[in-house]
Antibody, heavy 114, light 108 residues
């Protein structure tokens, strides 16, 4: 059974960093591009970033460009999101996903608060 | 930056047809995807590539696209179809993805 499991969320102070992980199982991870999507409390879905299957091509939403970095390690079947200079408006549930499918994780919560 | 526009809410009686629109300048050349999200759950894909339905999605869900507007139709809406629905597509470059703001569908 294929699964995506996010981890690494938590409470962090403004200006600090956090790294999220997304572990894949039951799928040929290295064959697919993956995305990070977030959802602030009571708000809609916001696309953040995409990484190609080989990790060479990355694209970002304007709202996180320069602060967030997407990466992957195909030998570990894991994708990452390095989040720097965090702001209160980054508080959200963060999902990893094979976006244009129903293959999503359950999300990991991030709270940015002093 | 590129944006997709959806109505905030749609209400329909059980058994009636609900239509949700999604407008964006790049839609004539880019696929639209539709997600259903129920409270506390991860999104579920209900339509991909404008009008294709995953095998596990009921036939009452259909999609279409014409010009700058994509439409999700729920024919014979059921109470269990109450959810938030999001369209998703890319900008003209095909590299930046975007979600619409979502439409809350109420069936009562």
């Amino acid at each position: 059974q294929r699964r995506l499991v996010e981890s690494g969320g938590g409470v962090v102070q403004p200006g600090r960093s956090l790294r999220l992980s997304c572990a894949a199982s039951g799928v040929t991870f290295s064959s697919f591009g993956f995305h990070w999507v977030r959802q602030a409390p009571g708000k809609g879905l916001e696309w953040l970033a995409r990484i190609s299957s080989d990790g060479r091509n990355k694209t970002y939403a304007d709202s996180v460009k320069g602060r967030f970095t997407i990466s992957r390690d195909n030998s570990k079947n894991t994708m990452y999101l390095q989040m720097d200079s965090l702001r209160s408006e980054d508080t959200a549930l963060y999902y990893c996903a094979k976006l244009t499918t129903s293959f999503w994780g359950r999300g990991t919560p991030v709270t940015v608060s002093s | 930056s590129y944006a997709l526009t959806q109505p905030p809410s749609v209400s329909v009686s059980p058994g009636q047809t609900a239509r949700i629109t999604c407008s964006g300048d790049a839609l004539p050349k880019k696929w639209a995807y539709w997600f259903q999200q129920k409270s506390g759950q991860a999104p579920v894909l209900v339509i991909y590539e404008d009008n294709k339905r995953p095998s596990e999605i009921p036939e009452r869900f259909s999609g279409s696209s014409s010009g700058t507007t994509a439409t999700l139709t729920i024919s014979g809406a059921q109470v269990e179809d109450e959810a938030d629905y999001y369209c998703c597509s890319t900008d003209s470059s095909g590299y930046q993805y975007v979600f619409g703001d979502g439409t809350k569908v109420t069936v009562l």
